[in-house]
């Protein structure tokens, strides 16, 4: 089974770009199968990482949350199960 975890967060205005550089920079513990990073009006981050698991609730690492002076609200964080 492919696992996604999506992790959200929304900069304090106008420090998009540094939510952005401090999201890329964080390291796992491991691996996932893959990661990608997007960005989106209003200063927000998206990182989605994809994860192959024998099971949906799968202890996986994720990212912390950002400081919170550099972040408007707490993360969101989402899990997906792919279904193709």
């Not at 981050?45 to 950002?66: M, R």
């Amino acid at each position: 089974m492919i696992l996604t975890l999506m992790w959200e967060a929304r900069a304090v205005q106008g420090r998009g770009a540094e939510l952005l550089e401090w999201a890329r920079a964080q390291e796992l513990p491991y691996e996932p199968v893959r990661r990608e990073t997007f960005r989106a009006p209003q200063d927000r981050v998206l990182v989605l990482t994809w994860w192959g698991v024998t099971a949906s609730d799968a202890e996986l690492p994720e990212l912390p949350e950002p400081a919170a002076d550099l972040i408007t609200r707490p993360v969101h964080r989402w899990r997906f199960e792919s279904v193709d």
